[in-house]
T-cell receptor, first 111, second 114 residues
Framework: QKEVEQNSGPLSVPEGAIASLNCTYSDRVSQSFFWYRQYSGKSPELIMSIYSNGDKEDGRFTAQLNKASQYVSLLIRDSQPSDSATYLCAVWPGGSYIPTFGRGTSLIVHP | SAVISQKPSRDICQRGTSLTIQCQVDSQVTMMFWYRQQPGQSLTLIATANQGSEATYESGFVIDKFPISRPNLTFSTLTVSNMSPEDSSIYLC???????????FGPGTRLTVT
């Protein structure tokens, strides 16, 4: 069974710090990787996608992918209290029509 | 990405009744998906709805409990039938992106069964 693992947290960081969120996956042939942000009571919002090894930066967000080690991470620089949310990792393994979602990591950014 | 709307946004229902959730997309899509997210849990796919054919249900979900309609390429409904408190959850409609299989979600329907 294809699995996507995340630490449930909560991960607590001070405002202005770098938040590092990690995700591992079991299917070695996975091809697409996504990070979603979900505020309490809201639906998941796609914030980053990455498809090849290395880093991808978008504003304060950086996604990192290492296929050999089967992990993907999300870095949030200059964390703000508004970044406090649950972050879901999703992996599309290929051969399937939908990605597999992790349980999410709760991030708390305190002033 | 597509703009997805759902109705109702929330509802409180009594045990044994049924609720139909509507999902509207602003563009034509081949596949629409229905997810459930129980408190503190991740997303669980209920079924995939294709226009013109019966929905495909995931393990643990059956058509009698969660009938789905897909009358055209922009609309779908999910009915939660004979509800029990265990059906209290957020129900999400989703469509798939065209490039890399990313999922886009509607705002969700928060259902509470008493």
């Amino acid at each position: 069974q294809k699995e996507v693992e995340q630490n449930s947290g909560p991960l607590s960081v001070p405002e202005g710090a770098i938040a590092s969120l990690n995700c591992t996956y079991s299917d070695r042939v996975s091809q697409s990787f996504f990070w979603y942000r979900q505020y309490s009571g809201k639906s998941p919002e796609l914030i980053m996608s990455i498809y090849s090894n290395g880093d991808k930066e978008d504003g304060r967000f950086t996604a990192q992918l290492n296929k050999a080690s089967q992990y993907v991470s999300l870095l949030i620089r200059d964390s703000q209290p508004s970044d406090s949310a649950t972050y879901l990792c999703a992996v599309w393994p290929g051969g399937s029509y939908i990605p597999t979602f992790g349980r999410g990591t709760s991030l708390i950014v305190h002033p | 990405s597509a703009v997805i709307s759902q109705k109702p946004s929330r509802d409180i229902c009594q045990r044994g009744t049924s609720l139909t959730i509507q999902c509207q997309v602003d563009s034509q899509v081949t596949m629409m998906f229905w997810y459930r997210q129980q408190p503190g849990q991740s997303l669980t796919l209920i079924a995939t709805a294709n226009q013109g054919s019966e929905a495909t249900y995931e393990s643990g979900f059956v058509i009698d409990k969660f009938p789905i309609s897909r009358p055209n390429l922009t609309f779908s409904t999910l009915t939660v039938s004979n509800m029990s408190p265990e059906d209290s959850s957020i129900y999400l409609c989703s469509v798939r992106g065209t490039d890399h299989y990313e999922q886009y979600f509607g705002p969700g329907t928060r259902l509470t069964v008493t």
